[in-house]
């Protein structure tokens, strides 16, 4: 594995590792705000402003309008489908626990990602559906049963 690669899988690793502290951050605001949703809302908006504020400190060219018209319709649907996650993330933990919130997600996050890579949708490289990719998803699922369970 090359040094780039390693760095890619640490940050995803990183990126991992944040998802269910973000989770627990957000039902407690969640807690205080008597809000999941609103909870959500401001944890998008923190979020917002900190990309801006990196955006505008790269100094990145904003996209022309021809470039964004051109984009498919679907790709504007990333917000709403974090905004789901989010919302969802904060009200799951307090019922479900970090552990079983997470694992949930992973069986269904690589059950998306199987499909996805067989169909080659939303510019994934393709492959296939075999049989160890199935045998993956399952053993995710029975994960999730033994974590819930004990």
Not at 102 to 122: E, K
Not at 137 to 146: E, M, S
């Amino acid at each position: 594995m090359n040094p780039a690669e390693l760095s890619m899988i640490l940050m995803a690793v990183a990126a991992g590792a944040m998802m269910p502290i973000q989770a627990g951050v957000n039902s407690t605001l969640a807690l205080q705000t008597h809000s999941s949703l609103m909870a959500a809302m401001v944890s998008f908006v923190v979020g917002s402003i900190a990309l801006v504020v990196i955006v505008l400190a790269m100094r990145l060219p904003m996209p022309g309008v021809g470039a964004l018209k051109a984009a498919p319709w679907w790709s504007w649907t990333g917000g709403l489908l974090g905004a789901f996650f989010v919302a969802a993330s904060v009200i799951l933990v307090p019922k479900l626990g970090a552990a079983t919130m997470m694992a949930t997600f992973l069986a269904g996050q690589l059950t998306a990602s199987v499909v996805l890579d067989h169909f080659g949708w939303a510019t994934f490289p393709q492959h296939d559906l075999s049989l160890g990719r199935v045998a993956g998803v399952l053993l995710l699922f029975a994960g999730v049963f033994l974590i819930r369970r004990y």
